[in-house]
């Protein structure tokens, strides 16, 4: 399922370190799915209420995020574009945020 098609309930934007910030939408779904990092960030109770804003802010930029969030939107076809020397950062973003889909990412096209 891709951002667009993603239904408005379950849309989640990560908010990156960069300046101005980016903004990425993504499904809460997959988040939970792909990264035990965010499963627990977002099973906790939390005092969201309809109609408030669903932002992660994150403490990376867009340049180390680039892989989580192609693996979050279903778009790994961008990774094929990454230069070898992207791939250990890629690598340490699998491993912050427990990603074994951007992990598999980093194996295929790095090794």
């Not at 993504?26 to 990092?37: A, N």
């Amino acid at each position: 399922m891709s951002p667009i098609d993603t239904p408005e309930s379950d849309k989640i934007t990560l908010v990156t370190a960069d300046e101005p910030p980016q903004r990425y939408a993504v499904s809460r779904s997959k988040l939970i799915g792909l990264s035990s990092v965010f499963r627990d960030l977002l099973t906790m109770p939390t005092t969201i209420e309809d109609g408030q804003s669903k932002e992660i802010p994150l403490t990376d930029r867009m340049y180390n995020l680039v892989g989580l969030i192609s693996v979050f939107r279903g778009e790994e076809e961008h990774l094929s574009k990454l230069s070898e020397e992207r791939w250990p950062t890629m690598a340490r973003m699998a491993d912050k945020y427990n990603c074994s889909a951007l992990s598999i990412e980093v194996v295929v096209h790095a090794w």
